[in-house]
Nanobody
């Protein structure tokens, strides 16, 4: 069974940093692209970052480009999202996605 488990969320002040992790199992991790999405209250779930399988090429939402970095460690079957210079607008539940499956999400709150 495919399983994606996010961790690393929490409360952080504006300008702070946080690193999210998504541990994957149940599929050949290195063969799949991985994505991070987020959903704020009252808003649609949106793509935040994407990383391909073979080359590790990345794509980011305009709103986070230059602040967030997606990476993967195929040996650990884990994808990361390093979030720097966080803003209140980044507050949302963050989900990882792969192999047609979603993780349970981890809450990120940016507030003073």
């Amino acid at each position: 069974q495919v399983q994606l488990v996010e961790s690393g969320g929490g409360l952080v002040q504006p300008g702070g940093s946080l690193r999210l992790s998504c541990a994957a199992s149940g599929f050949t991790f290195s063969s799949y692209a991985m994505s991070w999405y987020r959903q704020a209250p009252g808003k649609e779930r949106e793509l935040v970052a994407f990383i391909s399988s073979a080359t590790g090429s990345t794509t980011y939402a305009t709103s986070v480009k230059g602040r967030f970095t997606i990476s993967r460690d195929n040996a650990k079957n884990t994808v990361y999202l390093q979030m720097n210079s966080l803003k209140p607008e980044d507050t949302a539940v963050y989900y990882c996605y792969a192999s047609r499956s979603w993780g349970q999400g981890t809450q990120v709150t940016v507030s003073s």
